[in-house]
């Protein structure tokens, strides 16, 4: 059974910093890259931040650089969004996500999509207020 499960989540202050972690089961993470999106009620799905299975290279929405990092640990068949500065509008459930890339050096030139993953978590809240 494949799957992808997210957990960190909660609620968390403006400026504060929260760490969402993603376990996969099931299947070798080394060999998929994986991504986090976030949707927020009454809007779509967005694209957060990815990163590559070959060499660690990341991709981040403007929104979100310089504030949030992704990482994975393939020993631990695990990926991370450390999440900081975090902002009310941060607010939304998060989804980790992956695809097989195996032997591919992904590089991502525009917003990353629902439709460029095919595994996913049943997604985690995070709310940010004072």
């Not at 960190?8 to 202050?13: D, E, H, K, S, Y």
């Not at 969004?81 to 097989?100: G, R």
């Not at 030139?109 to 049943?122: K, S």
Request: a neutral charge; charged letters at 20%; hydrophobic letters at 35%.
């Amino acid at each position: 059974q494949v799957s992808l499960v997210e957990s960190g989540g909660g609620l968390v202050q403006p400026g504060g910093s929260l760490r969402l972690s993603c376990e996969a089961s099931g299947f070798t993470l080394d060999y998929y890259t994986i991504g986090w999106f976030r949707q927020a009620p009454g809007k779509e799905r967005e694209g957060v931040a990815c990163i590559s299975s070959s060499d660690g290279w990341s991709w981040y929405a403007e929104i979100v650089k310089g504030r949030f990092t992704i990482s994975r640990d393939n020993g631990k068949n695990t990926a991370h969004l450390e999440m900081n500065s975090v902002k009310p509008e941060d607010t939304a459930v998060y989804y980790c996500a992956a695809f097989q890339s195996t032997g591919r050096t992904m590089r991502f030139f525009r917003p990353i999509e629902v439709r460029d993953f095919h595994f996913w978590g049943q997604g985690i809240q995070v709310n940010v207020s004072a």
